[in-house]
């Protein structure tokens, strides 16, 4: 009995430091792929290529003073950032890696991250609210109302998979999908998704979901840097700005986790389960497929410019519910028919 | 985006778009009263970098006085420059040779081109894409180098004396430029795709930010910011000065009245403003590019002389009266971006917070000259 | 007619009921050096052509201060923008005059000057800002570096200056 339980805290604990890991990582990535995009080096002088960077800004912005402006809501302000780091942390211990390797399975765990997001949306509005600063109240509720609106159709999305599968538990999804990418649930033509031609646009309403459901750019309006300087985390300084930071990052890491998983097979290879290494169903595949779609984020944030308020909200409720909505049906059809 | 019916007043709140605020281009303060992400109402506060520049010159003589130009719009200094040339020039009646006629051109017109790649970097900043302000940087880098050269100055340049310049320019510089034409070609293609054919640039801009041809008439706005309105005004064409009548170039006008018309005037500028530095390079004369016998001392007759010149942001304007002495006895300078920027204030009422940034990033904000 | 004749004609209708005619001989500004000594004739209302490539302007229009506004409809409805609003101290005559420029959008290059002149102290002059709603700046920067009062300013309150500023900097007699 404490045997499983100091293997749990264990499986958790390693959890929480690939979090970290990422998290300080992905910023090194992300400034790298800056830099590149932007015809410079990017981080060059802190180590090798700049890898030390991450432990040496983490150190700086442990040792800034942790200032707390007058007049704020002193608990919620705190709270806040708490509650930005939180669920993706605990939303890390449902996610499997690959067949034996996950922190703890749960049977609803498509459910938990769900509810772990919108837990994570709560700290947008908590934020702005207790930073007693109009841009940060500005900022807040934009990015609340753009939460809410993209939390629609990603949850539609999932449906959509979880009716294929069968399942809300995540590793069944992927045992679900293996053998080779025409099993993986992006693929159109086969028997399991009922030939439904629509699943591609299914996987970019989910991709497009999860950019926006992040705060990253092109749907970065809580944080608009140009227009509200910091958006809803003006007022956090050192580790309170550090927390929100590694929560986005986590945040994103979930979000191609999500997408992987429901989409792209999870850890399945794509040629099938060939016996010999690399070929097969391992944890490699995922990290593979999770870095490029993370890959993909950065390409995109740093290209595009950002979209007005009124046009994400209509992109939401105007295109991708209906479209999703549709495909749900279809798709429910399809699977009956077939 | 169409705009709320009815702002409601007792619901409003002043939001102070800062002195210190990423988006301003500079230290300028806006007051909005927004109702929610609505302006219902802004005014601006500017002199937050009002440094006098109109005493200065009563407290130096003419040539002197010369530096402080560069100081004013610092991203086109070579055209305020040029300005404040003409109207001495003018008035004490001095000639200048056609060699620095035509150097003079192809400077501004350099000036020009990397002025506006300054603004289209940091337009596009404002609208949340990061990268092309670096390509923007990197091509001006090219600019900057041969302006050096040439110069000695990175941004804020002196080059022009009354009667000619500084020194003359060489062959290098002559094939350097040349060879930045050809790249900057390139590039103009590559921003055309990459960033005028965005979907997301072209919904944020089309449509938002109308200024009409009543509202620049009334104001006395130039520059892109009328062109993008349908008027076709160009200090260069419509009072030529220097040796524009000689050389071949349009003047792109646009009849939208929207941000994203102003946005391809200014795209459209660089392409002529190429152009116009081919042509010139080619008819390039030989000679001295200062006049033979030029005043020791620059005493203008008494009166009153005024010369304009279009700057990248629009028509800038000198007012010059002299009482005869080495100092000028009251110089005026007509900063386009002061009579763009009031337009703001008309302009953005009932528009949403960030249209109304993007908008201002449209106008093309340089506020140092606004405040002189 | 050209659009200089045209302005010069809307504009002289100002100055119908002066007994003298429009047109006054002034002599020209001489280029050389000795012309500070001469003495310049005095001016009367009315309206000048000066020739634009030594002056840079067309029209000169010396108006009373209750002629300002109508002279600024007129040129608005002939299709003028307004370029600044000047103000110079005259501290040997003890005066202070306000000069409008004006410009076209067009082809047909006309550049009108207004000038008007008023006392050093306590200087008024009515606003323009009804016709042209970007004199609301310049009145507010004249007033700033001048003390020229512009009756009838929607919100004559410091623009460049701070706002408590109550000198202004650029009169001859300003001691910093």
């Excluded at chain 2, 016998?293 to 304007?317: C, H, L, M, Q, W």
């Excluded at chain 3, 002629?67 to 103000?87: D, H, K, N, P």
Aim: proline share 6%; aromatic share 12%.
């Amino acid at each position: 009995m404490s045997l499983t339980l100091l293997n749990a805290v264990i499986a958790v604990f390693i959890a929480i430091c690939f979090v970290g890991l990422n998290a300080a990582y992905l910023v090194w990535c992300e400034r790298k792929g800056a830099g590149f995009y932007q015809r410079r080096p990017g981080p060059m002088e802190n180590g090798l290529w700049g890898l030390l960077q991450p432990p040496i800004d983490g150190v700086k912005l442990m040792t800034k003073q942790l200032l707390i402006p007058g007049g704020v809501d002193k608990a919620i302000f705190m709270v806040a950032p708490v509650l930005a780091m939180f669920p993706a942390l605990i939303s890390f211990v449902t996610i499997p890696f690959s067949e034996t390797i996950v922190a703890h399975p749960i049977n609803v765990g498509v459910l938990m991250i769900f509810a772990s997001a919108a837990l994570g949306g709560m700290s947008l509005l908590v934020a702005g609210w207790g930073s007693r600063n109009k841009y940060a109240m500005i900022s807040s509720v934009r990015a609340v109302s753009q939460t809410v609106a993209y939390e629609i159709p990603l949850l539609i999305t999932t449906i959509t998979v979880v009716m294929i599968c069968g399942s809300l538990n995540l590793s069944d999804i992927v045992q679900h999908q293996l053998g080779g990418f025409w099993n993986w649930n992006i693929w159109p033509f086969q028997k399991s998704v009922g030939y439904n031609l629509l699943m591609p646009i299914s996987f970019l309403i989910l991709f497009v979901c999860a950019v926006a459901e992040t705060n990253r750019a092109p749907f970065d309006l809580g944080e608009a840097e140009s227009e509200l300087v910091a958006g809803f985390h003006t007022e956090y300084s050192s580790m309170g700005f550090g927390l929100f930071f590694m929560g986005e990052y986590a945040n994103i890491v979930i979000g191609s986790c999500l997408i992987t998983i429901l989409f792209l097979g999870g850890w399945s290879c794509p040629i099938g389960d060939l016996g010999f290494f690399p070929f097969t169903n391992n944890v490699g595949w995922f990290l593979l497929k999770i870095y490029l779609i993370i890959f993909v984020f950065i390409w995109i944030r740093w290209t595009f410019p950002r979209t007005t308020i009124y046009g994400l909200l209509n992109l939401s409720w105007k295109y991708l519910i209906p479209i999703s909505l549709f495909n749900l049906l279809l798709t429910a059809g399809l699977l009956k028919v077939f | 985006m169409s705009q709320p019916i009815e702002l409601q007043k007792d619901e409003t709140f002043v939001l102070n778009v800062g002195p210190q605020h990423p988006a301003t281009h500079g230290v300028l303060r806006v007051k909005m009263t927004m109702d929610g992400e609505n302006i219902y109402n802004a005014e601006t506060v500017l002199g937050y970098i009002h440094r006098m520049h109109e005493k200065m010159a009563e407290n130096r003589s003419y040539p002197q006085y010369m530096p402080n130009m560069g100081r004013l719009d610092y991203l086109s200094a070579m055209a305020f420059n040029h300005g404040y040339a003409l109207v001495v020039e003018r008035a004490a009646g001095i000639e200048v040779p056609e060699r620095a006629e035509y150097i003079r051109v192809i400077t501004v017109e350099l000036n020009r081109v990397s002025s506006h790649l300054v603004w289209l970097g940091a337009f596009v900043l404002d609208l949340g894409g990061f990268t092309p302000l670096m390509y923007c940087f990197d091509d001006r880098e090219q600019i900057l180098d041969l302006l050096e050269s040439v110069t000695g100055s990175r941004l804020t340049y002196c080059y022009f004396r009354f009667g000619g310049l500084y020194n003359d320019i060489d062959d290098e510089f002559i094939a350097g430029t040349h060879v930045f034409i050809k790249r900057m070609r390139k590039e103009l293609k590559m921003y055309a795709k990459l960033v005028t054919g965005n979907i997301i640039l072209m919904k944020r801009l089309k449509e938002h930010g109308p200024i009409d041809r009543d509202m620049c008439q009334r104001y006395g706005a130039t520059g892109p910011v009328a062109r993008g309105s349908g008027i076709d005004y160009d200090v260069r064409k419509n009072e030529p000065y220097s040796v524009y009548p000689d050389l071949d170039f349009d003047i792109p006008v646009y009849h939208e009245c929207d941000s994203f018309a102003r946005y391809m005037v200014r795209m459209d500028e660089m392409e002529q403003s190429l152009r116009i530095i081919e042509q010139a390079l080619e008819k390039l004369p030989e000679g001295p590019v200062n006049p033979k016998k030029k005043p020791k001392i620059i005493k203008p007759p008494p009166g009153d002389y005024y010369a304009a010149v279009e700057t990248a942001r629009g028509n800038f304007g000198i007012r010059l009266v002299s009482d005869g002495t080495k100092n000028a006895y009251r110089l005026k300078l007509r900063s386009p971006t002061y009579s763009n920027m009031h337009l703001f204030d008309e302009a953005c009422r009932g528009m949403l917070l960030a249209d109304a940034l993007a908008f201002m990033g449209s106008l093309d904000l340089v506020i140092p000259e606004m405040d002189r | 007619m050209s659009i200089q004749e045209t302005t010069k004609q809307a504009l002289s209708e100002l100055f119908i009921d002066q007994a003298t005619d429009t047109v006054i001989a002034e002599p020209p500004p001489a280029a050389t050096e000795e012309s500070v000594d001469q003495e310049e004739a005095v001016r009367l209302p009315g309206v000048i052509d000066q020739n634009y490539d030594t002056k840079g302007f067309h029209l000169d229009a010396l108006v009373e201060h209750e002629q300002l506004v109508r002279a600024a409809e007129i040129l608005f409805g002939l299709g003028f923008f307004i370029e600044s609003i000047t103000g110079v101290d005259w501290i040997k005559e003890d005066q202070l005059e306000a000069v409008y420029d004006f410009s076209r959008y067009d082809f047909e290059l006309c550049r009108v000057v207004v000038r008007v002149f008023i006392p050093r102290t306590d200087p008024h002059l009515p606003t323009i800002t009804g016709v042209y709603t970007g004199a609301n700046w310049h009145e507010r920067e004249t007033h700033d570096f001048f003390g020229i009062v512009f009756d009838g300013h929607p919100h004559l309150i410091p623009l460049l200056l701070p706002e408590d500023a109550d000198f202004h900097p650029l009169l001859k007699d300003f001691k910093a």
